[in-house]
Every structure is written in C-alpha cells, then in structure tokens.
C-alpha cells in the first residue's frame, strides 16, 4: 500500500474514505482508458499517479460524484472524453 493512503490527511482532503475510493476509481478507469496524467512522474505505476493528481488538486468528485479536473475547461474536457470514445470504437471493428 502507498504511504499517502495510510495518511488521515488524503482521506480528510476529499471528506471520508468513501469519496477518496470512488475518485480513485473513477481516475484509474479514466487512466486505463487512455487519459493522460495531470502529473509528470516517470512511472507506469498509475496508482501513484492518481494519488500525486489528489494530492497536487489536479482531480476531484464534482457536486454530482463525477470525476472533475482542474486546470482545463469543460469543453476540452467534453473534447477529451470524446475522443478517447472514438478512438475506442474506431478499433472494435476489427
């Protein structure tokens, strides 16, 4: 386990341990489908990236839950999402 999980501060930051897992989860899927690190850290361990996004105010769960960054607009947000969804469709014909 990361030393920064076994921390209060982390779980304090997002409001219960709860919220600390489902904003890593949504971050790891998001990760996992193609997204690309907030954080420059030469590692492929996406976990530690996900907990330096947190820890660095780059990721958060909006008032609806969902998965909400900063630093970008909602459109290139929107644009980003989108474009990951094609790319994924675009190679399931095959």
């Known amino acids: 386990?990361?030393?920064e999980l076994k921390e209060e501060g982390i779980v304090n930051k997002l409001g219960g341990r709860f919220?600390?897992?489902t904003l890593i989860q949504k971050?790891?899927?998001a990760l996992n489908n193609?997204?690309?690190p907030m954080v420059d850290m030469k590692?492929?361990?996406k976990m530690s990236i996900v907990i330096q996004e947190i820890l660095q105010d780059k990721i958060f769960l909006d008032q609806s839950g969902?998965?909400?960054?900063?630093?970008?607009?909602?459109?290139d947000a929107v644009r980003r999402?989108?474009?990951t969804d094609i790319s994924d469709l675009s190679g399931s014909d095959d």
């Open 34 to 36: 193609g997204a690309r």
């Open 19 to 21: 919220k600390l897992s």
């Open 43 to 45: 590692t492929p361990d």
């Open 81 to 83: 999402a989108m474009l």
């Open 1 to 3: 386990m990361l030393d």
């Open 27 to 29: 971050r790891m899927v």
């Open 66 to 75: 969902n998965l909400a960054t900063r630093g970008i607009t909602a459109g």
